[in-house]
């Protein structure tokens, strides 16, 4: 019986052209030394490969071959195994501010508004006042 999985150790990252396009994303370099390696197509590297496609289309278009790749070390522990990165990315995504955020927004908003009209209905109120004091005048 022949095993046709490779080794994940004699996979690429799947991740290591990501790090190369976005050097802003915080991602660490690989580790390519290391004797730990992560199949790519594991369960849970899908669900987090599948989240994260969001921000890196790269990832969807690889959805269909995760089986020729492979995790290092080094980002299934950023990626996979914790949280945090994700989490940074939610947070730094303006289409998931939270709706606490989108409250003060919109308070603000009203506020604005309503010192406009104020400021507005003021001026309406001193021009009768000057109209008055014309007709008076007159
Ligand atoms: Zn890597």
Redesign the pocket.
Known sequence: MSNTRQLAKTLP?L??DI?DKYPESQLRP??TDSQTWKHASAPAAVVRINKLAKYFPELSLLNNCLEDYS??V??YNQIVATNNFYQSLLNSDPSNVSSIQKNKRVIFAFNYYFYIILFLSHIHLITIFFRRFNLIKS
């Open positions: 990252c991740f290591k790090v690989c580790k995790i290092c080094n980002h």
